[in-house]
């Protein structure tokens, strides 16, 4: 009977140790799958954030003109993030579309460097779900006013998760506060302190470029000039490739940027992927476009 008992054990032992064996087999082969979507993935989506008081209708004039006479149509996808950070989409991604727009933006869209810091969290709780979902391996990103400051803290902060499978290629920051509305950066606020403190943590590979609205000689009506500027102390030195660009003339002020038609111009040429050749300086126009270029 103990022998019995020994035996009936021993078969017992045998037959959970191959069904775990099956089981982790099983799911090998379902992660090497998995990563092998990620890997040979074609998409390359360009993620925008709007920026305080905006909604995700943000850019849609922005978009509607990227898309004008092209062939090369890019689908727009468009997710809010609630307060109880619950995600809303609408939108989706054509097929064969391997360039889509995405923007996310949140119903919390207030203004203030707590604000910002909640909503760079809720931005990645939406970037992982953008993520898993379509399974890129690279993307593009461009931030409108605290867009650009919600980018940045999400790169500090929170893209060091992703980094080993998912590379971002390019940002663009548009009429973005670094020092929100202070003029010079002798007086540096909290915010632009702990994004320098913390610019080791921003990935050395970026391409980045910083662009401002000159509506008056040193702001774009709303942000001051020196403030968009102080973006250099946090990615200057840090990054591969910095760029700052001013824009002046008509719809140069700070909310008719994203439909500048200078900008939808530095998007085409800087951004979208179509763009990977090397590529020439804007040419001299009435509404100037000026170019500061610094190579690390």
Do not use: C
């Not at 760029?243 to 940027?257: E, R």
């Amino acid at each position: 009977m103990k022998q019995f008992k020994r035996w009936l054990g021993w078969i017992f032992g045998l037959a959970i140790a191959i069904i775990l064996i099956v089981m982790s087999l099983q799911w090998s082969r379902s992660n090497v799958a998995e990563l092998t979507k990620w890997h040979n993935s074609k998409m390359s989506p360009v993620i925008m954030i709007p920026g305080s008081s905006a909604t995700e209708n943000r850019f849609d004039t922005l978009v509607k003109k990227l898309n004008k006479n092209t062939k090369n149509q890019h689908s727009l996808v468009k997710v809010k993030v609630t307060n109880d950070d619950k995600l809303h989409f609408s939108g989706q991604v054509r097929q064969g579309d391997n360039e889509p727009i995405i923007v996310v933006g949140f119903e919390n869209n207030h203004d203030g460097y707590s604000n910002i810091k909640q909503q760079a969290r809720r931005f990645n709780i939406a970037f992982n779900v953008l993520a898993n979902q379509y399974k890129f391996n690279n993307f593009k990103a461009i931030g409108h006013s605290n867009g650009g400051l919600i980018y940045t803290a999400f790169l500090e902060k929170y893209y060091s998760n992703y980094s080993s499978r998912i590379t971002i290629k390019r940002l663009m920051t548009i009429g973005s506060p670094y020092n929100f509305n202070e003029k010079s950066d002798r007086h540096r606020t909290q915010m632009l302190s702990d994004f320098v403190k913390n610019r080791q943590k921003i990935p050395t590979n970026l391409n980045v470029y910083i662009v401002a609205g000159t509506q008056t000689y040193n702001s774009d009506g709303l942000v001051p000039l020196g403030s968009v500027m102080a973006g250099k102390y946090i990615y200057q030195g840090q990054v591969k490739h910095f760029t700052t660009v001013s824009v002046s003339g008509s719809d140069a002020q700070h909310s008719d940027l994203p439909q500048n038609d200078q900008i939808i111009d530095l998007i085409k040429r800087y951004i979208l992927d179509k763009n990977d050749t090397p590529q020439t300086q804007p040419k001299n126009r009435r509404n100037s476009t000026y170019l500061n270029d610094k190579n690390n």
